[in-house]
């Protein structure tokens, strides 16, 4: 059996997704404990939507691999793993599927809404919509990877007291999201101007751009052309433990809510006309 699992992780204590050697991360705590309680073939290999950085929280992640349990066995024990995962949904998918396939990603950055300029940084953010030359809003990906990438949506509105900013594409380079935010930042700064942002997406113009924080960003859903089946119970009651490990800062506290929501209601989907 392959199946897919929608999952969530909060980002403290990992050094982001993808393995790195004598480090804790994401998808090793994944394939040590499906293999610890003999849930992935002896073969198999956990693969994944999207390998998020260290310090990224995600909502709506997606993970693929074959195993000789049933799915709702799995989820299962992937939400018993460690109080940081959540799975919050499953589903069958044909042989060697891999959800790096995947429709559409979503991303929201949240930056304090006290001190920022919305109307500002929606006209810099309405610059990146449709396909351009991302080379300087993305690192430098060995071997190097096709820059030019469609940008489906990149708006902001008012959440509580943030501005969330949200990006949506088939795909995004290495750090594109937070070269975005940080370029925006910049020109609401004074410190670049518009016009430089729209000449580097034509690709003469070369930036060089930092990486904005990478707490205060959240993958938020992975969208394919098939539903996933929900996952309830114990998962519920698992609230206590966001409560002690994100209540510790403003920000965590709206992640918080994040999680909340997702946990009883299920993760925020993008709409079928997103993208």
């Given amino acids: 059996m392959r199946a897919a699992f929608r999952v969530g992780y909060r980002a403290e204590g990992f050094f982001g997704y993808a393995t790195q050697p004598g480090k804790p991360t994401v998808h090793k705590l994944l394939e040590e404990g499906l293999r610890r309680s003999q ?31 049933s799915a709702p066995s799995v989820a299962s024990l992937l939400n018993a793993l460690d109080p940081r995962i959540f799975c919050f949904g499953y589903a069958h998918v044909p042989a060697g599927f891999d959800p790096r396939h995947a429709r559409s990603r979503w991303y929201r950055y949240f930056l304090p809404a006290e001190g920022h300029d919305e109307a500002r940084l929606a006209r810099v953010a309405r610059l990146f919509e449709g396909e ?61 101007a518009a016009e430089t942002i729209e000449e580097a997406l034509l690709g003469p113009v070369s930036l060089t751009l930092p990486l904005a924080p990478p707490e205060r960003l959240v993958l938020m859903d992975v969208a394919y052309d098939f539903p996933f089946t929900p996952v309830g119970g114990r998962l519920a009651r698992r609230r206590g433990a966001l409560d002690e490990s994100l209540a510790e800062v403003e920000l965590k506290a709206k992640l918080l809510g994040l999680f909340r929501e997702a946990v009883t209601e299920g993760p925020p989907r993008l709409s079928a006309d997103s993208g």
Wanted: charged letters at 25%; aromatic letters at 8%; proline letters at 7%.
């Fill in 39 to 69: 849930a992935l073939s002896p073969t198999a290999r956990v693969a994944v939507a999207s390998r998020t950085d260290r310090g990224v929280h995600a909502l709506g992640n997606v993970i693929a691999f074959d195993s000789p349990l």
């Fill in 132 to 192: 351009h030359d991302f080379a300087s809003f993305s690192r430098r990906d060995n071997p190097p990877r096709e820059t030019r990438r469609s940008l489906t949506r990149c708006t902001i509105h008012p959440e509580g007291r943030y501005l969330a900013l949200d990006l949506v594409a088939p795909s995004f380079l290495w750090g594109q999201v937070r070269k975005i935010v940080a370029s925006m930042l910049y020109v609401e700064e004074g410190r670049l």
